[in-house]
């Protein structure tokens, strides 16, 4: 699997100076897919074929073999085999381009010869239709801007370090010309993907530039990071298991010298087959709760950011925790829960989605009710009271069974799903009420 960071921008918002100076610093390949449109221009201007003569460009390319290397931080661009990396932005190539970039057959051969470059590599690549048309998916999409005047300026001071004679006014000119190519193009037109992070970089150094693109990808690297280590499961061993009651065990401890747990309908939890435990999310201690003083192994649901914490991450790796990616349709976590059922496993899940997720006036979440109508798994709610602060009582509460079994459906509907999942919070609400009525008087009698 390759990493991909895509930006696009119009010419002479340094794409280029960022994405070599990234590539080298992050270990990335760079391709300058400009580069490649460039080639194409140069070996058509050296063939003497003309923009009229269309076919002829478009067989033209079929003859060529483009390729780039990195050396010493630099990208060579070969065309045949030669180095053709000055000679491609020349005055000639560089008027020329725009129109052969415009042919939709060139396109098309130079996106295929794009995405092969980056076939299994970490890669940065910029152009104008990278984060839109190359690779809509890509990890990191960028799209770097400034204004007209400013991208003219550097242009000019660029080709005077090169040595590329053109005066100020013909540089505003062809970039005001390209600006149009690039942006009315039939195919590949430069345009700012809905997605893609737009810097401004016309008041901004290189640096500067270059420091916001680095920590948009770290951000990004990090988070698959955290998304592969979550969904790395481990297997069921004998040392996972004997983990697992040793640290049911040793937190059951704690939980009964910190507080005064009482544990109601624990028989409600059938002993074996697949069930489905929907309780209220007060506090982080209530899941563990659960895990902890249900006698079978309860998977929990949890957001991936779980992942992030090392504790977090090892107890969720040994109590097979399934992570979600909340605000997204997750569907390989829905898979793993399903799977879980099918093997007659217990799941947990809030349906308040979030902690103290009703009060908070939300709604409850359809996913354990989608569940249960999906695979005819029962339900059992329960109600956590108790504020959890230390020495205090906490009240674990198992309801009766909920059977939605005469309901269940490939495709539940979703006025069926609310009222399901309406229905289970209820029973919650309730249950958790029922443990609140034996703490009341109590704290009612030591506030007076
Ligand atoms: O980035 P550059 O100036 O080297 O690009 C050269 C030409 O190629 C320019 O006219 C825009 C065009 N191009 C394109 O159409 N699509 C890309 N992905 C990259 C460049």
Known sequence: MSFIVAMDGPSGTGKGTIT?????????????????????????????????????????????????????GNTVVLLNGEDVSQEIRGKE???????????????????????????????????????????PKADVKI????????????????????????SYEEVVESIQKRDKADKEREMGALIIAPDAVVIDTT?????????????IIQKKQKELKVKEIAYKERPNTKWKLFEQKVIKAFMGGLYRIFYRVEIRGAENVAQEGPLIICA????????????????????????????????????????????????????????????????????????????????????????????????????????????????????????KPMDYTEYTSKSPEKEVLEKVANEIMDQIVMLTNQGNSCIMPKEKNSIS
């Open 143 to 166: 799209y770097l801007d400034a204004t007209a005047e400013e991208r003219a300026k550097r242009r000019y001071k660029q080709n005077k370090e090169k040595g590329i004679e053109m």
């Open 203 to 215: 008041n901004l150094s290189i640096k500067e530039v270059k420091q916001k693109v680095k920590e």
């Open 280 to 399: 209220n999310h007060i506090n982080y201690l209530d899941a563990a709760a659960i895990v902890i003083f249900t006698k079978r192994k309860v998977r929990f649901i949890a957001k991936e950011d779980l992942y992030r914490i090392r504790i977090l991450s090892w107890l969720g790796h040994i109590f097979d925790v399934i992570p979600v990616n909340r605000g997204t349709q997750d569907i390989e976590s829905m898979k793993r829960c399903m799977k879980a059922l099918k093997n007659g496993e217990v799941l947990g899940i809030f349906p308040e989605g979030t902690r103290k997720g009703i009060a908070k006036g939300g709604k409850a979440k359809t996913g354990a009710a989608y569940m249960a109508l999906r695979t005819g798994t029962k339900v059992v709610p329960v109600g956590i009271s108790g504020s959890f602060k230390l020495f205090t009582k906490v009240v674990v509460n198992y309801g």
């Open 20 to 72: 070599k100076q990234i590539a080298k610093e992050m270990k990335l390949t760079n391709i300058d897919t400009g580069a490649t449109y460039r080639c194409v221009a140069l070996a058509a201007l050296r063939n003497h074929i003309g923009i009229e003569e269309e076919q002829k460009i478009i067989d033209l390319v079929d003859t060529l073999s483009i390729d780039m290397k990195q050396e010493g």
């Open 93 to 135: 190539v560089t008027s020329f381009v725009p129109q052969v970039s415009a042919i939709k057959e060139v396109r098309l051969k130079m996106v295929d010869l794009q995405r092969k470059m980056a076939e299994g590599k970490d890669v940065i690549m910029e152009g104008r239709d990278i984060t839109t048309y190359v690779f």
